[in-house]
């Protein structure tokens, strides 16, 4: 079982839509998350970062942690063209090495 | 802005090549990193570094080896290129733990082809 578990979709939904990317873990030591984004042929940018269980917002994009349930979600309110891309979720432990998702692709259909 | 530079976004290489994939970043980071990603399979890491001179294995190091002679410079070596490492390279470079940890900051990645 991989220690991070991503559904790689593909996503489509129309321009304004709520998206909802999910991530489950398996390691409780996981203690920082993040969500990178990543167009075509680019490297991932990070988008995205949280410590601890709750929620974080910057914008339209807000991260949520739910420790308990090894659970991570990202949520982008009136979705844009522009937002599609691969969504990727990072996580840590105490080390230096981040632990990745293989992507959800959404595509914001104008 | 952080800038971690790789050298080339598009390589061909022939079968049997020993190939280099250059890495600089710009901010002191003291981490770095080489992952390749293939749809499917996400990102791999093959080898990281914690200083200078240090590197150690990541999850797919095989095939591979890197270089550290300068803490802003990360080299990636293919000894002897085959089909099957056809993908796009990723270095990325980060504060070591102890200090905030933001993540990594990426390169534009590599998109290396052997033929």
């Known amino acids: 079982q991989k220690e991070v578990e991503q559904d790689p979709g593909p996503l489509s939904v129309p321009e304004g839509a709520i998206v909802s990317l999910n991530c489950t873990y398996s390691?409780?030591?996981?203690?920082?998350f993040m969500w990178y984004r990543q167009y075509s042929r680019k490297g991932p940018e990070l988008l995205m970062y949280?410590?601890?269980?709750g929620n974080k917002e910057d914008g339209r994009f807000t991260a949520q942690v739910d420790k308990s349930s090894k659970y991570i979600s990202l949520f982008i309110r009136d979705s844009q063209p522009s937002d599609s891309a691969t969504y990727l979720c990072a996580m840590r432990k105490s080390g230096n090495q981040f632990y990745f998702g293989t992507g959800t692709s959404l595509t914001v259909i104008p | 802005d952080v800038k971690v530079t790789q050298s080339s976004r598009y390589l061909v290489k022939r079968t049997g090549e020993k190939v280099f994939l250059e890495c600089v970043q710009d901010m002191d980071h003291e981490n770095m990193f080489w992952y390749r990603q293939d749809p499917g399979l996400g990102l791999r890491l093959i080898y990281f570094?914690?200083?200078?001179?240090?590197?150690e294995k990541g999850d797919i190091p095989e095939g591979y080896s890197v270089s550290r002679e300068k803490k802003e410079r990360f080299s990636l070596i293919l000894e002897s290129a085959s089909t099957n490492q056809t993908s796009m390279y990723l270095c990325a470079s980060s504060w070591n733990t102890g200090r905030e940890a933001y993540g990594y900051t990426f390169g534009s990645g590599t998109r290396l082809t052997v033929v």
């Open positions: 570094s914690y200083d200078v001179k240090m590197k």
């Open positions: 949280t410590y601890s269980s």
């Open positions: 390691n409780s030591a996981f203690q920082y």
